[in-house]
T-cell receptor
Framework: EAAVTQSPRNKVAVTGGKVTLSCNQTNNHNNMYWYRQDTGHGLRLIHYSYGAGSTEKGDIPDGYKASRPSQENFSLILELATPSQTSVYFC???????????FGPGTRLTVL | GQQVQQSPASLVLQEGENAELQCNFSTSLNSMQWFYQRPGGSLVSLFYNPSGTKQSGRLTSTTVIKERRSSLHISSSQTTDSGTYLCAMREGTGSKLSFGKGAKLTVSP
């Protein structure tokens, strides 16, 4: 069973503060993804990675940075958090050239 | 813009009734995938269905590429089917998914 974990599970941040969301996968998957889910929008891709050291912009990258320091870890960084970034964030991992994506449990972020 | 249109946005059923969920896509499609999200939870893959019909228990997925649509049929719904169903499409040979907005299903006893 594919295992993707996220931390923290819940986070309250202040406007202008820095927020780092972490994702870890033990499946040895090359591909990792960060999505946000908002009512009325479904899941939208923020950043993704094809392997350690690589990050690519997704469909809504503005205001977010990503870091993939190792095969297992993929972080999403909000340098200057804004209330519009209040959302539920999901990380996923998947093998190369595959339709498979395995999702983590999600992180609920509230920016006040 | 949104490449995947999902309908209906919400559906309320009595236990035992059938549900039909639809996705239409506006661009060329490589494959369509259906996910289930339990209330407040994560996503699990139900079907990977690039074309044709696939069945798993009470769930049937049909994708017709020429007509740019995919459907998910749930027969004899149960209260445990309640949750959100999302379709997602892949373009080309990449692994990126574009999701529909989801369909919230509520099944009452």
């Amino acid at each position: 069973e594919a295992a993707v974990t996220q931390s923290p599970r819940n986070k309250v941040a202040v406007t202008g503060g820095k927020v780092t969301l972490s994702c870890n996968q033990t499946n040895n998957h090359n591909n990792m993804y960060w999505y946000r889910q908002d009512t009325g929008h479904g899941l939208r891709l923020i950043h993704y990675s094809y392997g350690a050291g690589s990050t690519e912009k997704g469909d809504i990258p503005d205001g977010y940075k990503a870091s993939r320091p190792s095969q297992e870890n993929f972080s999403l960084i909000l340098e200057l958090a804004t209330p519009s970034q209040t959302s539920v964030y999901f990380c996923a991992s998947g093998p190369t050239f595959s339709y498979e994506q395995y999702f983590g449990p999600g992180t609920r972020l509230t920016v006040l | 813009g949104q490449q995947v249109q999902q309908s209906p946005a919400s559906l309320v059923l009595q236990e035992g009734e059938n549900a039909e969920l639809q996705c239409n896509f506006s661009t060329s499609l490589n494959s369509m995938q259906w996910f289930y999200q339990r209330p407040g939870g994560s996503l699990v893959s139900l079907f990977y269905n690039p074309s044709g019909t696939k069945q798993s228990g009470r769930l049937t997925s049909t994708t017709v590429i020429k007509e740019r649509r995919s459907s998910l049929h749930i027969s004899s719904s149960q209260t445990t089917d309640s949750g959100t169903y999302l379709c997602a499409m892949r373009e080309g040979t990449g692994s990126k998914l574009s999701f529909g907005k989801g369909a919230k299903l509520t099944v009452s006893p």
